[in-house]
């Protein structure tokens, strides 16, 4: 069984900074590319960042030069460092791993998401 956990949400002041965590664990063979999406009620899950096995990155350009992606291939973890947050940045944020476990399923998988409320 194969699950992504998010971690490190909250509330933040503007332009206060926040840093997102997910984990991926279980009978996992090799974890490929991971990102971040956040979704706002009523709106489409939309795109934040990726990051690649190799540590290549992308970004949608409502967060370049505020956020960064990062992560650790011994733990299959990854990071999303939030600065200079706006309030236009609450949003529930989601995790999401491309995975091949140990029975060669390659799939994708979500976290259950985690809060990021920007507000003073």
């Known amino acids: 069984q194969v699950q992504v956990v998010e971690s490190g949400g909250g509330l933040v002041q503007p332009g206060g900074s926040l840093r997102l965590s997910c984990v991926a664990s279980g009978n996992i063979f090799t974890v490929y590319d991971m990102g971040w999406y956040r979704q706002t009620p009523g709106n489409r899950r939309e795109f934040v960042a990726s990051?690649?096995?190799?540590?290549?990155?992308n970004y949608v350009d409502a967060v370049k030069d505020r956020f960064t992606i990062s992560r650790d291939n011994a733990k299959n973890t990854i990071y999303l460092q939030m600065n200079d947050v706006k309030p236009e940045d609450t949003a529930v944020y989601y995790c999401n791993a491309r995975i091949m476990p140990r029975n060669l399923l390659e799939d994708t998988w979500w976290g259950q998401g985690t809060q990021v409320t920007v507000s003073s």
């Open positions: 990051i690649s096995v190799n540590g290549a990155t």
